[in-house]
């Protein structure tokens, strides 16, 4: 039997194209595609909505000029406020379509809370508690978004729809990623393995394929410095000043096993895409060097 093909491709976010609105100015998104292509990557997420073309014939060109296959787009939604969720299926349902024009019906809507945008969450990512949850009113309210938008996205494009667990967003540890998996069909809902946000958030990668095997649709590839950790929870840092720091480090740097993580997708016949993501802002380095560096890295270990 041939071992499965996995696909690699890096994000704008790794560019500090970042959804938050941090300071500095990130590339645009015709020097984004250029270094993606170059520095050997197959194909790309959407990033922020209007950051690249929102015609689907001027996006697909872009992409086939590059060799880029497009395969997902992030949507976040504050969830837990059931007034949002109308609008965030708009969103969600106006991205799917440009995705499946665009680019086909293989791609993944990336649903997320409204991540750095509720102080107590952002101030204690990484060190979060149950005092910091969601009640179970707003559980059952934050559950039912999700499988709102995920239903709409599919009856009306036939796109899927995976759940990206994020610190500082509301599904930031295992047990609250266990409870929104525990509570969305395992048909419509699939979920994003972060394996940089996974440890963030206090879980373990590993275990995470084990337990999700058959709701892990999508992958992202980022690292995690325990050092820059460590420091944060000792000064009391909140998400944003942790990314500051350069939490989430280049592939190979941080604690993350990857090639365990590798062996273990290959083994169990995973055959989707692992996006590199290392948010960065605009003035933290060179991104494409950073990209050559992490697709040199996972050459190294057989990606």
């Not at 994000?11 to 590339?27: K, N, T």
Request: proline fraction near 5%.
């Amino acid at each position: 039997m041939s071992e499965p093909i996995i696909r690699v491709a890096n994000a704008p976010c790794s560019w500090g194209v970042l959804e938050f609105g941090l300071e500095g100015q990130a590339a645009g998104y015709a020097q984004v595609l250029d270094e993606i292509a170059a520095t050997g990557y197959a194909g790309t997420e959407l990033g922020d909505w209007g950051f690249m073309p929102t015609d689907p014939p001027a996006l697909r060109a872009e992409l086939d000029r590059r060799g880029l296959t497009l395969m997902a787009a992030f949507v976040p939604v504050a969830l837990k406020d059931r007034t949002t969720h109308a609008a965030g299926e708009g969103v969600a349902v106006r991205t799917a379509r440009l995705l499946r024009e665009a680019a086909g019906e293989e791609c993944f809507i990336v649903l997320a809370d409204a991540n750095g945008t509720v102080p107590v969450r952002t101030k204690n990512a990484g060190r979060i508690s149950p005092i910091h949850g969601l009640t179970e009113p707003e559980w059952e309210t934050f559950a039912d978004g999700v499988e709102r938008i995920a239903a709409a996205v599919r009856r009306t494009t036939g796109l899927r729809t995976v759940f990206h667990h994020h610190c500082a967003g509301y599904i930031e540890t295992p047990s609250e990623i266990d409870r929104l998996m525990t509570m969305t069909d395992p048909q419509l809902v699939g979920l994003v393995l972060d394996t940089g946000h996974a440890m963030f958030g206090g879980g373990d990668p590993l275990a995470m394929l084990r337990h999700y095997r058959d709701r892990i649709w999508h992958v992202h590839f980022k690292d995690f410095d325990p050092q820059v950790a460590a420091q944060g929870r000792a000064e009391g840092w909140d998400y944003f000043e942790a990314v500051r720091h350069g939490i989430f480090c280049e592939l190979g740097k941080g604690a993350v096993n990857f090639p365990a993580v590798l062996a273990d997708l290959k083994a169990h016949g995973y055959s989707g895409w692992v996006v590199v993501e290392q948010d960065v802002l605009p003035s933290l380095g060179s991104p494409k060097a950073s990209a050559q560096r992490n697709r040199d890295y996972l050459r190294s270990i057989g990606l």
